[in-house]
């Protein structure tokens, strides 16, 4: 079992930036690949990065690219999403997510364990 724990969201003008954190506890979090998704209201689950065991291979969503950047201490247990110059479009609650793999993947279903989620507000 993992448990996930996001914290850092909230409410930002556009153009203003977040740092999201997910701490990890249970089983051997450095075996994990990381993933952050999104959902925003009326909206289906979405991703936005992930990130292997390792930290070495990153990917992003194209609406991302350039803005976010994922990352992680695997001596802390925790992932982080930097979030850089925020569209009200990126306004979701953003969650964080551990595959039980070493690489990273887009896709929701290949992730076994989920946070409770943070809400991100971005105003115009």
């Known amino acids: 079992q993992v448990q996930l724990d996001e914290s850092g969201g909230g409410l930002v003008q556009a153009g203003g930036s977040l740092r999201l954190s997910c701490a990890a506890s249970?089983?051997?979090?450095?075996?994990?690949?990381m993933g952050w998704f999104r959902q925003a209201p009326g909206k289906e689950r979405e991703f936005v990065a992930a990130?292997?065991?390792?930290?070495?291979?990153?990917y992003y969503a194209d609406s991302v690219k350039g803005r976010f950047t994922i990352s992680r201490d695997n001596a802390k247990n925790t992932v982080y999403l930097q979030m850089n110059s925020l569209k009200p479009e990126d306004t979701a609650v953003y969650y964080c997510a551990a595959r039980s793999a070493p690489y990273s993947s887009g896709r929701p279903y290949e992730y076994g364990y989920w946070g409770q989620g943070t809400q991100v507000t971005v105003s115009s």
């Open positions: 990130i292997s065991w390792s930290g070495t291979n990153k």
């Open positions: 249970g089983r051997t979090f450095s075996r994990n690949a």
